[in-house]
């Protein structure tokens, strides 16, 4: 694999929202209390829709509304990367698997989607072969073929053309990167990826150079959905997908709105994952956070497209006055500071041990939100949501929320800094509770010795300031906050792009500790190379291990959020899959 790390590109598609909303849940508009104000709906319970469906029902109509404050990067599903994109596309854009629509953790099991199957592997795992269901067709009723999966697939690689998107397929299926994509590729049918096969129409094979146990994974994105080669416009195709799902596109405004409906060609025989409910689906974007949350209590909307959370003016008024439309899942997100290696005296072991102990996690915590808003103290590099996390492992004794002033000491003396040292926290301007967290940390170093100045820098830029280490070598980062989620939940897409050394990038970096140990490489590998998930999650435990007990990183918090229900949403669920958003795929609202 190249060390061109996917998480690290859906992060930086857009630094000012990625990361406080890629990754979040959704907040859903409904009524004040156990009726929404429209008089339509009942409310279904404080976490009614964590880890189980609320309101089930097959009832098909109405309007689905969403609001938001921010549009996607892009409504192409090759460019796409933002989180409550992806979930979005699956209104317009099939794949050959997908994630099981299903609450919780059983949704990150992938299963047949326009395939007949999951793939039939050969037996040295580098092979996938799928055959196509029968039924499926574009919106003007002309049938889906495997050339057309290949070539939507293929266009991941015109990265200079349609550049954004998740290039996880790229990395796996041409780590040379030979082929320059089907804007460039001289073959007469723009079909000359040579790892991908198309003996016919109904037949689609992926030959790998080495086995990827998240391949699956990969294949479920909308990245992996298919195109017309006589619809593709390009850089424009984004503005107007062509659909060959349940729902079509009407009309879009940029940073306005857009509206969706009923794709007549649609066979639902032929899709056993949509449940495709409402008439029409529509989203209107606006500037004001504040706004859009007493929007959505009041009724006016069911859904925050962003999946942000609510703020905390709407939080604070909807857990008082209608607590039983109130969601607060897991995000599968994790929040943390990095000390950078190459930054003394970071360059010791036991002085980033000092930090740990000298931290007070109950105030950080408090400072991202607390338990409910904020999430739960984290107590290594693997959340919740990720295949071989285990809740009993806190080395650090992290869990406990205070800080271990006598730790720290000893780890000073260690770390021959006795009476403390100077060192600088990076922290991104446009982010408070990462302000407020820098804040916290500052405060309980300070009392073990350690000055740390805040440097707050422009956060539209992280990935030229904090993502280059030369230029965190040169400001003396010590400690930068930030970030992180998985595009898929394995140790491959959590864990590697952020300890892996070959991921280590001049600009663009998110391994900021700059770990580069060749055990942690190798299980990297060996995980990679597994392809059954309970077995690759025991490999990716031990890497989490090295990389918490390193103490190359000070996690804060496994992120959660205050989530709003409509009352007028049925079928409602948090899925893991999408980091603790709701299925958007499997909605229906009471008309």
């Not at 409910?277 to 959505?296: C, E, F, Q, Y």
């Not at 039983?324 to 290696?341: E, H, L, S």
Request: aromatic residues 10%.
């Amino acid at each position: 694999m190249t060390t061109q790390g996917t998480s690290r590109r859906r992060l930086a598609a857009g630094a000012a929202l990625v990361v406080a909303a890629l990754v979040s849940t959704t907040a859903c508009g409904g009524g004040g209390g156990s009726k929404d104000s429209k008089g339509s709906g009942k409310a279904a319970g404080f976490n009614a829709a964590v880890g189980k469906v609320a309101s089930a029902s097959d009832k098909t109509g109405g309007e689905l509304k969403f609001i938001g404050t921010q549009d996607a990067d892009s409504w192409d599903p090759q460019r796409g990367y933002y989180g409550f994109m992806w979930d979005f596309a699956r209104y317009y854009t099939r794949t050959l698997v997908t994630p099981k629509p299903a609450p919780g953790p059983d949704s990150s099991t992938v299963v047949a989607d326009m395939a007949t199957d999951t793939g039939q592997i050969s037996a040295d795992k580098k092979t996938y072969t799928f055959k196509l269901r029968e039924g499926l067709t574009w919106e003007d009723g002309q049938p889906v073929t495997t050339q057309q999966i290949k070539y939507g697939i293929e266009r991941t690689w015109a990265q200079d053309k349609i550049s954004g998107g998740p290039t996880w397929l790229m990395q796996v299926l041409d780590p040379g990167k030979e082929y320059k994509g089907p804007y460039k590729d001289d073959s007469k049918d723009k079909l000359g990826l040579k790892a991908i096969d198309t003996p016919d129409e109904k037949t689609i094979v992926f030959h790998l150079p080495k086995p990827n146990g998240d391949f699956l994974q990969m294949l479920a994105m909308p990245a992996a959905g298919p195109v017309r080669q006589d619809k593709d416009t390009a850089e424009k195709y984004g503005l107007k997908p062509f659909s060959n799902g349940p729902y079509k596109w009407v009309s879009y405004t940029p940073n306005k709105g857009l509206e969706l409906t009923r794709n007549d060609k649609w066979n639902k025989s032929s899709d056993s994952i949509r449940k495709a409910l409402p008439d029409k689906i529509t989203v209107k974007l606006t500037s004001n956070a504040d706004d859009m949350d007493n929007r959505l209590i009041a009724g006016d909307y069911d859904l925050d497209l962003n999946a942000t959370g609510m703020g905390s003016a709407g939080r604070q008024k909807a857990l008082q006055s209608a607590k039983a439309n109130v969601d607060n899942p897991q995000t599968g997100f994790i929040r943390y500071a990095a000390f950078p290696k190459s930054v003394a005296p970071f360059d010791n072991e036991h002085c980033r041990k000092a930090v740990i102990y000298g931290a007070d996690h109950t105030s950080l915590q408090t400072a991202r939100g607390g338990p409910e808003a904020g999430g739960d103290i984290g107590t290594s590099m693997m959340p919740p949501a990720i295949k071989g996390f285990d809740p009993g492992y806190d080395p650090f004794n992290l869990r406990q929320g205070k800080p271990d002033e006598a730790k720290a000491k000893e780890e000073l003396n260690a770390c021959g800094k006795p009476t403390g040292f100077k060192t600088t926290i990076a922290v991104r301007n446009n982010k408070p509770q990462e302000v407020a967290t820098a804040e916290s940390l500052q405060a309980s170093l300070k009392k073990i010795g350690i000055d740390a100045q805040i440097d707050q820098y422009d956060g539209a830029q992280s990935t030229g300031i904090v993502g280059a280490p030369k230029n965190v070598r040169a400001k003396n980062y010590g400690i930068i906050i930030f970030g992180w989620g998985s595009d898929f939940p394995s140790g491959q897409g959590l864990l590697q792009p952020i300890a892996d050394g070959r991921f280590i990038l001049d600009s663009g970096n998110n391994n900021y500790p700059e770990i580069n140990d060749p055990e942690i490489n190798k299980l990297f590998d060996e995980g990679i190379a597994e392809t059954d998930p309970d077995r690759a999650g025991k490999i990716y435990q031990e890497a989490n291990k090295k990389i918490t007990e390193g103490a190359y990183y000070l996690p804060f918090t496994f992120e959660k959020n205050i989530i709003w229900r409509s009352s007028r949403l049925t079928n409602v669920y948090t899925a893991d899959s999408y980091n603790g958003r709701y299925d958007y795929a499997s909605l229906g609202v009471v008309k």
